[in-house]
């Protein structure tokens, strides 16, 4: 290679850095080629796993992949995604986040899968696995109305929907075509006469997914969501307007069936990936988990689970905690990942590099240095090979040793993970329980800065399915309160009225408390003359006190970020760096502290709107029930801040130190709680060793 | 659970397991031999008798302080612990008798195995070699194989006691080092190192030499885990290498 060349790609490679990442988030974001030989094994085996039911809809199995963190667990199913996609018959694949809420496995299954099938197969085109069910159906059913047809365009449509029934979707003539409504009118009955098993508004609804101004009602519908009258009237149906825990679940349980029947039927089939199951804490959620592998390996057709473990997580303790047919069902298709041999690992590199540089070079590194520090670890994950390939490129780049803290790292990693989340938002469905997690991850981890404190948290969607959670909220006074938190996702309006009425039943129980009502913003609150009724509920729940917080995309999108970011990190996703020699995953506790001290302390939009719900600003500015020494604290901390110079500012130490001085023996975290509820005159600025107090100009002039 | 007292139980059970001959112990004799301290802890009377309560009780009470390195069998209403595998059973109770048993004696001699056990454990040793059976008039007898028994012990024998010098490497240190994970996995492809370690008690510095061997031949691979689950003894018994990465489990690849 050429001196010149050289030069060039040593720039290129000091600006983009393909070892730079490890870890693949999500098994459908772009990432780095494929290495064929790695995991080869199991690759293949999922392959035919995948095939073979496609042939057999009936044939009842699973598949289980266990390796150990860093092995390629995501990232082979982000191949097998693209085996999905590039399959001649295109399988739907369908990735499930750790479900939160054991009381209903069916429905989050249902919601995910029906999330999934709506998303395009193809990145080129945007046709959905869900249109490719219906334009089978229209195609299906058309021969048999076109004798009865006497439209001049039948022959037409007939040739084109056989030769690529997707066109459906894509040519608009072919969309508005009368005949395509007469087949819409004769598909359910015709279908049910097939499947019988099939639910009453199953086909009809599947085919309102065609039109714009039904696509939003159908989708709740095949969500297992309550729809409410309007939707039913758009979609021609009638079904309860509420129903109990048990009955909804059945009813995602006939669905999640209908649609592996009518994929059966048209000899489609998907594959649903179980990921990220070490966020499973409760045996509960280990036990619902069992619950829908055991669904669809036993009762859905046309369908393969397959779930990944961390390998000792399985041994130890998920294996004791599932039903034995859970676990038979599953190791009977088990497959190991295999780490990486060195020389295989030569090949990660290249391929990382020929996305740069397009070609089979492995400059800068020399093979021979390579291969030599690659064999001193013997076999390894794939991981630990882009780790050291990363190390050794800084070395050749002359690069300084990182001096990122841990907390910017993990900060960093947020960052990247709410870019993905707003990048495609609709992939996350508004989801109730993720959002508790947020928040749940979000208020046990306030930093000492935090302008209130939460104490006694309290669950309570297990016993009330309308509210979430219960704390007090302890202000700078010592005065606290009870508050309860009910998060809603719901569509139909008498749920969302429930909810509501649930806020005003606790303020009759607790006059000075707090009720917050939160609400994705993706889910409607129709104004009065849609939900009259729902409507009046809201008025009274806000002049009795209660706080709405509606999250708009990008708000909703930093809530929905922290708890995957919290799901990778505790799948050990997330690596950082401590210094060149040391990377490893971040721990739960660094992450616990991101969350309290940096996204806290810098404020991101959705945590800033959230807290300033949470205070009040009466009692903040109340000092009536301050302890003596508190407001003594308060009041010399002003005076010393103000005496200390025009910025009006101290190191937390100097602070202590002079207070000391004038006779006060306390300590930081002492005065730092004080102090930090009273955001409206100091601001906390924490810094590598220590924090700066600075006494707000603004305030002081108020004062004057 | 508290992680010292979870340790201290299972150590006070390994001690009994390796002091005792058979290599086994039944689980009433083992409580009633605890200390008062240890009987406290499990929540037994300090003059507790074998008749005041049951084998399965011992085994609930007992069970969640015990690491995999402790197996349980289970016999009618007897419940033993050990050490050993089936095989490491079989193999040291015919090392022990000092006449060739017949299959009868045999079996009464290693009294926690159920007969189906017994007999599929002893059929296997029998096929791989470890075991011959020769005719003394009409009787079918037992006895290790010459390759198994003019070796001063036999394997299984010295990954269980250790060799008498922890510090002496031997050329038959990586077959050790499998026979171990195959006893400690039980089926399992990762074992935990610190397992493998206390299963081995070698010194640290021959066990870490030979962890460094196997990996650069490619014979076993080193895997990471979750260090927060585990124990600041369990870490320190895992394996750190020359870059100071830990790695928590091992699985040997041939």
Redesign the interface.
Known sequence: MEKGEKKRRLNVLEKINPFISSSVGDPGAKSYPHVESINKRSYDGLCRLIRQKALNPDLSAAGLVTG????GKTHLLGRILEFCRLEHNAYAFAYIQPIEDPEQPYRYLLREMTTNLCRPIHTQSRVTFMEKLSAKIFANCLDSILSDSALPDRKKIRETLKKDPLVLFTELKLQQSKMLVQVEAVAPTMLRDSMLRLPEHFISVLLKCRHRHTFQAAMRWLKGNLVDADDQKLLGITCPFNLSLQASEQHARDLIEAFGEIMAFFGESAVICFDRL?NLDDPQQVRALGKMVEFLVDSVKAVVPVACF????W?DRFKIQLNQHVVTRLETNRF?L??C?PEQALELVTSRLKTLFGDDELFPFEKSKLLETF???????PR?FITLANEMLNNILGMTPNTVSVADQIKAEYSRQLENVIADINRLEPDRNRLRRAMLLYIESLPPSAPYRIREIKSLFQKDKYTDFMCRIVFPSKRSINAVFIIDTEDHHSSVSASLKRGIDFFKKFPDGRVFYIRDARCPFPDSSKWPETNKIRRQFESAGGKLLFFDRHQAAAWYALALLSYSIKE?DIMITDSY?????A??DEFLAVIGEIIHTKGHQAFENFDDAMVDKNFTTDQSDMSPNDREILDRSVELLKASGGMMMLTGDRLIENLNKIGFQVNKDQVLSVLSFYQDRFEIITTKDDVIVLLKKDWLYAQC | MDKSIVEVINQAVVKALRKEKNGYLNIKSLITGFPAELKKTLDFKQNIRAKDFTAKEALMRIGPHLDQTVLVYSKGNSIYLSLDSKDSMILRKLEQLKSFPTFKMLRKNVAPLLKDDFTQALNGLLLSGKVKCTFKGDNPILSLSEQISIQPSEPVDLIKDGPVNPDFETVDDPEFFQAALNSIGQGRRMVYIYMVRHHLNWSRERFDKLIRKLRAEYRIQLHGGDPSVMTEDQVRDSFMDERGVLHISVSWRG
């Open positions: 150990e963190v860093g092995e070490e961390r390998e000792t997580a041994e190991y295999q780490g041999e064999k001193a670890g013997g076999v390894q994950s630990r050990g020699s040391s990377a490893r995953p721990k739960w």
